[in-house]
């Protein structure tokens, strides 16, 4: 069971780059890293997945280190509207595999 | 396209009763997964089921049941409800189950035991 380790909060200013770094050191090799992000009395939504490397979308990027213990959420130019609780997710689907969500990141994105 | 729809949105039971909560999953997702959610925490897993059979089961007792349908919806059971159980309940539908990909959630369910 790949538990996660994140920190419990960060703070940013409007316009910067917010890197949040998850700790996964027993991740399993069918495993995949996931993150979401959630707002008060929302579901969580999806944000960028990968398995290795790094991985890019329209929203954010995922860098993996070749070890995969550890993965960073990096969100370029954070603005009010991201201010969320994001969650790594390490798992995989089959009758071994456990989806483990971390504890959450409380991002407060400030002016 | 219609997101995850959850019913009913806020529930309010008491110690000992039994509840169902349902899941309608975005159209043509075969998978559903069942969260629990307690204040201040992150999602638990507690099934995932695709093409009506279970696939996945977190560590939840066995009052704690679900099922798929032939339309891919799902039911969520909670028997003997203990306070403990208050919570938030997601559920998540995607495409597959092989590999896991972008789980889309519902709102949520937010039951509270008196």
């Known amino acids: 069971l790949a538990k996660t380790t994140q920190p419990i909060s960060m703070d940013s200013y409007e316009g910067q780059e917010v890197n949040i770094t998850c700790s996964h050191n027993?991740?399993?090799?069918?495993?995949?890293i996931t993150w979401y992000q959630q707002f008060p009395s929302q579901g969580p939504r999806f944000i960028i997945q990968?398995?290795?490397t790094k991985v890019t979308n329209e929203v954010a990027s995922l860098f993996i280190p070749a070890d995969r213990k550890s993965s960073t959420l990096s969100l370029p130019r954070v603005s009010l509207s991201d201010t969320a609780v994001y969650y790594c997710?390490?798992?995989?689907?089959?009758?071994?595999?456990?989806?483990?969500f971390g504890t959450g990141t409380r991002l407060q994105v400030t002016l | 396209d219609a997101g995850v729809t959850q019913s009913p949105t806020h529930l309010i039971k008491t110690r000992g009763q039994h509840v169902t909560l349902r899941c309608s999953p975005i159209?043509?997702?075969?998978?559903v997964s069942w969260y629990q959610q307690v204040l201040g925490q992150g999602p638990q897993f507690i099934f995932q089921?695709?093409?009506?059979?279970?696939?996945g089961r977190g560590n939840f007792p066995d009052r704690f049941s679900a099922r798929q349908f032939p339309n891919y919806s799902s039911e969520l059971n909670v028997n003997a409800l203990l306070l403990g159980d208050s919570a938030l309940y997601l559920c998540?539908?995607?495409?597959?189950?092989?590999?896991?990909?972008?789980?889309?959630f519902g709102d949520g369910t937010r039951l509270s035991i008196l």
């Open positions: 998540a539908s995607s495409l597959e189950a092989g590999q896991l990909g972008p789980q889309h």
């Open positions: 159209s043509g997702h075969k998978s």
């Open positions: 089921y695709y093409e009506k059979e279970e696939r």
């Open positions: 997710l390490v798992g995989g689907w089959g009758t071994a595999s456990k989806l483990t």
């Open positions: 027993n991740i399993a090799t069918n495993d995949y």
């Open positions: 990968g398995y290795k």
